[in-house]
């Protein structure tokens, strides 16, 4: 009777369904918007993929939600291409919805985000599925699955012109950026020839920089590039304090990468960048 008792619960467990996936889809029009609480101060965050788990706040907008940063604890983040900026550590609760999530967040004297409070990293919304959103799907769509190495960070391994490379997603600026290390790996074979004189183009965090137009038939995983620039050693631009920018070349361990821009998704009929992070997968739904 006793082991009958035990096999019974048993065959419960196994027979139990696996707890049921969260998942959010955000609309990417034309930014990601989510919206959240700070301090019990609601607010909304631009998602921006190519941001890692974290939260950035302008020093105005973490004054405004009574943000406190912690003492003594200084922030350094290095921008793609080249470049970093300063700031101050903080951890504020953000509530979303019924989810609550504690984040580090870098408070830095830029503008962030003239759309919403703040720019957070998909890694850090309390889901298990993350979608954005770019439009409907087609009627015969092609997933592209890749495999990430860190479910929180949107960023995987691609080929491209027989280069291994680093690729990254630009849902909101419509042009594809070649950084600094990728830009030397493919000048030296002729294949991103330059296309016109250097313009001040958007980075991330609403800073900005001088960069090369370029022309190539470059392609990653079939997609053309569309508008393509190539990262130069120009300073970064937009910061509103005089001392947050630091001017550095490239760290030697920042792999050349390449992003991929709003209008090379749109052009190639993409709807959707997804990320699981059970199976640490990212798949881009386009047309087939």
């Not at 998602?47 to 604890?73: I, N, Q």
């Not at 183009?201 to 995983?221: A, E, K, N």
């Not at 490239?250 to 992070?277: D, K």
Request: charged letters at 20%; hydrophobic letters at 45%; glycine letters at 8%.
């Amino acid at each position: 009777m006793r082991w009958g008792f035990t096999a019974f619960l048993a065959a419960l467990c196994l027979a139990a369904p696996a707890m049921a996936q969260t998942s959010i889809t955000l609309d990417v029009a034309p930014v990601a918007i989510i919206d959240a609480e700070i301090n019990r101060r609601p607010v909304r965050l631009e998602v921006d993929p190519r941001m890692p788990d974290m939260l950035a706040l302008s020093t105005t907008a973490s004054e405004r939600l009574g943000v406190r940063r912690l003492p003594f604890a200084a922030v350094q983040v290095g921008i793609e291409g080249g470049g970093s900026m300063r700031g101050r550590l903080a951890r504020p609760n953000i509530r979303f919805g019924e989810r609550t999530a504690r984040n580090f967040a870098g408070v830095f004297p830029v503008p962030v985000s003239t759309r919403a409070d703040g720019v957070i990293g998909p890694g850090s919304l309390p889901y298990d599925i993350v979608t954005l959103r770019l439009g409907a799907d087609p009627a015969n769509p092609r997933d592209i699955v890749m495999p990430l190495a860190d479910a929180d960070i949107w960023a995987m391994q691609a080929e491209v012109g027989g280069q291994n490379l680093r690729l990254m997603f630009d849902v909101t600026n419509e042009s594809s950026i070649f950084n600094r290390p990728a830009v030397r790996l493919f000048d030296s074979a002729g294949l991103i020839p330059a296309a016109g004189e250097l313009a001040e183009r958007p980075l991330i965090l609403g800073l900005s920089t001088q960069m090369q137009p370029v022309t190539t038939d470059l392609t990653v995983h079939g997609l053309s590039l569309g508008p393509t620039f190539a990262r130069t050693i120009a300073p970064l631009l937009g910061a509103l304090e005089e001392d947050a920018i630091v001017a550095e070349g490239e760290s030697s361990e920042t792999p050349p990468t390449l992003t991929l821009g709003r209008r090379a998704l749109l052009e190639a009929g993409c709807t959707s960048i997804s990320v699981n992070r059970r199976t640490r997968q990212l798949t881009l739904r386009c047309a087939a």
